[in-house]
């Protein structure tokens, strides 16, 4: 294989490879399921504003609520007293705080309102981020199989091919070189070794000389030792 042919099967298997995780189903749905986390997050940091002011809503009736029943008070203890002006003046503003009292308790509806269309819209992202969750197991369970099945299959295919089978019989070569290699080195090894073992016994002629001169010197002492 050329040098310009390999460069443009690496060339090609490296942008099929970035195409492969640009479609890789299973990195889509995990983008989808990041998108669907940022959004309930989002949901709920609208809820705790929602609830926030709807907490706010309630404190302003309760306190207009007070007021109220505080300038009620003053004018009936201001009419016992014969106190007209004073009377008339906590009237008023009776009257005034009533309609305010009135204005927040519809505006507190309509927030309650909100809130719960609020809650709803959550709950339901929710249930749709379970649901999800729980296809997206089923997917990549399906995902993996079809993977695993594509690729047995262009592995298959790929050992049809006349370049994949020219270089599975280059590699068998090499290895039937490498075994010849290792059977030429065991004949040539074995003679040696036994080369070796021969010559590490083998006796020259003077080694041979000195035992039987001490055999015959211990011969002579035997003598020596009956004779005395």
Do not use: C, W
């Not at 039987?212 to 010197?217: A, H, R, T």
Request: proline share 1%; glycine share 4%.
């Amino acid at each position: 294989m050329g040098i310009f042919k390999r460069v443009k099967t690496i060339t090609m298997a490296e942008i099929n490879g970035l195409l492969d995780g640009i479609e890789d189903p299973i990195a889509m749905l995990n983008e989808y399921s990041r998108e669907m986390e940022q959004e309930i997050l989002k949901g709920q940091k609208a809820l705790a504003r929602q609830i926030f002011v709807e907490n706010k809503q309630a404190a302003l009736i309760l306190e207009m609520e007070g007021l109220v029943e505080k300038r009620t008070r003053q004018a009936k203890l201001a009419i016992e007293h014969g106190e007209d002006s004073i009377a008339k003046l906590a009237v008023q503003e009776k009257l005034v705080h009533e309609k305010q009292l009135n204005l927040y308790k519809q505006q507190y509806e309509a927030v309650k309102a909100q809130t719960k269309l609020l809650i709803e819209k959550l709950d339901h992202l929710k249930e749709t981020y379970n649901q999800m969750q729980h296809k997206k197991i089923l997917l990549a369970s399906r995902a993996n199989v079809a993977q695993s099945t594509k690729q047995i299959q262009n592995a298959t295919v790929s050992f049809q091919t006349d370049n994949i089978a020219r270089g599975v019989a280059r590699a068998e070569e090499r290895i039937l070189m490498m075994e010849a290699e290792v059977q030429a080195g065991q004949q040539f090894s074995t003679p040696l070794a036994q080369y070796d073992a021969a010559y590490s016994n083998f006796i020259n002629d003077e080694e041979l000389n000195q035992e039987l001169e001490k055999l015959k010197n211990e011969k002579v002492l035997q003598l020596e030792e009956i004779t005395k």
